[in-house]
């Protein structure tokens, strides 16, 4: 049964930086592409960025492009979202999921996702 679990959510004053880390289990994650999805307060949810399972080809949502950077380390079975001048805006509960793009905007089925990680952009 696969597993996700995110960590590294925090308060953050905006133009700050954060890393998240997703830890997978239960599934082969060096053969999984994997994503960042997130949703704010009262929203629906918006994918953020994806990679392929080898990590060498990421695409990013617009809103999040020249920001964030998504990578991961196979041998570790971890994904990470690396957030650099973070707005306002990026203020949501981020999940890691399976999968390299997600255009519902509702969140991922929970077998396929984390429980999620708080990040807070705000002064």
């Known amino acids: 049964q696969a597993e996700l679990v995110e960590s590294g959510g925090d308060l953050v004053q905006p133009g700050g930086s954060l890393r998240l880390s997703c830890v997978a289990s239960?599934?082969?994650?060096?053969?999984?592409?994997m994503m960042w999805v997130r949703q704010a307060p009262g929203k629906g949810v918006e994918w953020v960025s994806g990679?392929?399972?080898?990590?060498?080809?990421?695409v990013y949502a617009a809103s999040v492009h020249g920001r964030f950077t998504i990578s991961r380390d196979n041998a570790k079975n971890t994904l990470y979202l690396e957030m650099n001048g973070l707005k306002t805006e990026d203020t949501a509960v981020y999940y890691c999921?399976?999968?390299?793009?997600?255009?519902?905007?509702?969140?991922?089925?929970?077998?396929?996702r984390g429980q999620g990680t708080q990040v807070t952009v705000s002064s």
């Open positions: 239960g599934f082969t994650f060096s053969i999984t592409g």
């Open positions: 999921a399976v999968g390299r793009q997600w255009i519902r905007d509702t969140l991922p089925d929970r077998q396929y």
């Open positions: 990679i392929n399972s080898d990590g060498d080809h990421a």
